[in-house]
């Protein structure tokens, strides 16, 4: 039985990493911050999959959170074969007026924990010959996004990291995905005091649509995935279009969205 680690494995498309891991025979670790949920969705996945789920309450914006979790990857005796770095949230609204201190745990969590756990991940894969990691970032990556500008910045690192990773670690046999997902229907945006961007339905996937497209990828060795026709015209388009368009396009998508939070407010959602 092999196992995969998934961070922000609460709600969304971490979530749905876990189950269609757990559908796949893997025993799955469950890695966010509220142990509750992470035990309830654990005693889900062993009735419907009669796998071993295992539950980690762990805040990676923490050094003890990512101690915890770089310890259970690095376990000799409890191999882990997949991780999953999923964890992540936005912060919204108007960078001069928003909480540095929430901007600094956003880079913490999105950029910082996700090259931790990465290197945490390859250093015990790479010895082995085998072994994989996704890293989830964003189309938001490709453009610069005018009240989630942290964001987007933090999504553009690990666009970079994860494709120069994958290239080093496939000559040591260990897979490396990026999953660049576009709006997708989860608690994200809520969560985040965003509200529904104004988007209209064509743009939006399921979480079960990004992760199958992910998990096919990935068996296929490449190194990033497009969840979605439309969404990889999309990267393609904002990487050739003029970063003064693009940046004033995401300007006004924001507009149109309906916030539920205060301008310049910075609320935290735990996981995609």
């Excluded at 062993?46 to 789920?53: I, M, N, S, V």
């Excluded at 992760?211 to 990033?224: E, S, Y």
């Excluded at 388009?237 to 998508?253: E, F, K, L, N, Q």
Aim: aromatic share 6%.
């Amino acid at each position: 039985m092999t196992t995969a680690l998934v961070t922000g494995a609460s709600a969304g498309i971490g979530r749905e990493f876990a189950r269609q891991l757990s559908a796949r025979g893997h025993d799955v670790v469950l890695v966010a911050r509220d142990g509750d949920r992470l035990d309830a969705l654990a005693r889900d996945l062993e009735r419907a999959y009669g796998t071993t789920p295992e539950s980690l309450a762990a805040d990676l914006v923490t050094g003890a959170g990512l101690a915890a979790v770089d310890a259970r990857i690095a376990d000799p005796d409890r191999p882990v074969d997949i991780v999953v770095n999923n964890a992540g949230f936005t912060t919204f609204g108007q960078f001069s007026e928003s909480d540095i201190e929430r901007e600094e745990d956003e880079i913490r969590l999105n950029v910082l924990a996700l090259v931790h756990l990465t290197h945490a991940a390859l250093a015990v894969m790479e010895p082995r010959g085998a072994g994989a990691v996704v890293n989830v970032s964003s189309l938001a990556a490709y453009q610069p996004s005018p009240t989630t500008a942290t964001y987007s910045a933090t999504k553009a690192f690990v666009n970079s990291f994860t494709y120069a990773v994958h290239e080093e670690a496939r000559a040591r046999g260990v897979r490396v995905l990026l999953v660049c997902p576009g709006y997708t229907h989860t608690e994200f945006h809520e969560r985040a005091g965003l509200g529904a961007p104004g988007a209209p339905e064509l743009f939006w996937q399921t979480p079960a649509q990004v992760v199958t497209a992910a998990l096919r990828d990935l068996d296929r060795g490449r190194a990033v995935t497009f969840p979605g026709g439309l969404n990889r015209t999309l990267a393609a388009v904002s990487s050739i279009t003029p970063a003064g368009i693009t940046r004033r396009a995401a300007g006004m998508i924001v507009k149109r969205s309906r916030p539920t939070a205060p301008e310049g407010s910075s609320q935290r959602a735990a996981s995609r």
